[in-house]
């Protein structure tokens, strides 16, 4: 069985005092609907655990019932942290569970293949992201104002979401940040505190996630498209 852990939680201040950029309307809908819709439409996700915060819980029925979103679904209250939130979705998910995909609620663009790709990746390796390699020329600077240098990018990589492991594999990792008071706010780096190889999936398409209000007419087109 494969379960999703749609974390929706948060509240990204860089938006903009007052304003929660997961129910900001893009090409028609929330931008966590579309979220939703991506992991509902995809066949190989057997069930969803949407992780909000406490009082949410009604928008996200709601939500539901206006899109049709009809696949199997529990909601969870969120955690101080996203690690914490994280947590307390795979305390939610299935008994039968077997692999877990892990979302950022405020990446609407990811596609059913990419998903699909990276829960076949997590059934052979034990873990996988989704990635694109870095492009861009990178420096590196010691005040934020004068280049240091020239950081090599030949061997680095953008991670994304879905972040995908098989069940055991997680929990284990995310234990093992807990037990050491440690908070990460990206899931494999909990699997490189055990040893847990996790293999890079390159996203075939833009997979953009929405931080500040330049993002949305990129996404709105990407969408739309």
């Known amino acids: 069985m494969i379960s999703a852990i749609i974390v929706a939680a948060g509240k990204g ?12 309307e893009v090409a028609g809908r929330p931008v966590v609907a579309h979220t939703w819709q991506k992991f509902n439409d995809a066949a ?8 909000v915060r406490d009082g949410m819980q009604p928008h996200f029925t709601e ?3 206006k899109f049709h979103l009809a696949k199997p679904f529990r909601l969870v209250v969120g955690g101080a942290e ?13 008994p039968k569970a077997e692999i877990v995909a892990i979302q950022d609620a405020a990446r609407p663009c ?21 990635a694109q390699p870095v492009t861009d020329t990178l420096k590196e600077t010691v ?27 997680i ?33 075939g398409t833009p997979n953009p996630k929405v931080t500040v209000p330049a993002d949305l007419p990129f996404i709105e087109n990407l969408l739309q498209a």
Request: glycine share 4%; charged share 25%; with cysteine.
């Open 13 to 24: 201040t860089r938006m903009g005092a007052n304003v929660d950029k997961l129910w900001l």
């Open 44 to 51: 190989c996700v057997d069930e969803i655990i949407l992780v």
């Open 63 to 65: 939500l539901a019932r």
């Open 82 to 94: 996203r690690q914490d939130s994280v947590w307390h979705g795979l305390s939610a998910v299935s």
């Open 110 to 130: 990811t596609s059913v293949e990419l998903i699909a790709a990276t829960i076949a990746a997590a059934r052979e390796t034990g873990a996988a992201v989704a």
């Open 143 to 169: 005040d934020g104002k004068i280049i240091s240098r020239t950081v090599d990018r030949s061997k680095l990589w953008s991670v994304q979401t879905p972040q995908t492991f098989r069940l055991e594999v």
């Open 171 to 203: 929990r284990r990792a995310i234990s093992a940040a807990r037990e050491k008071n440690l908070v990460l706010t990206d899931d494999t780096a909990a699997c490189e505190l055990i040893g847990q190889p996790v293999q890079l999936v390159k996203s």
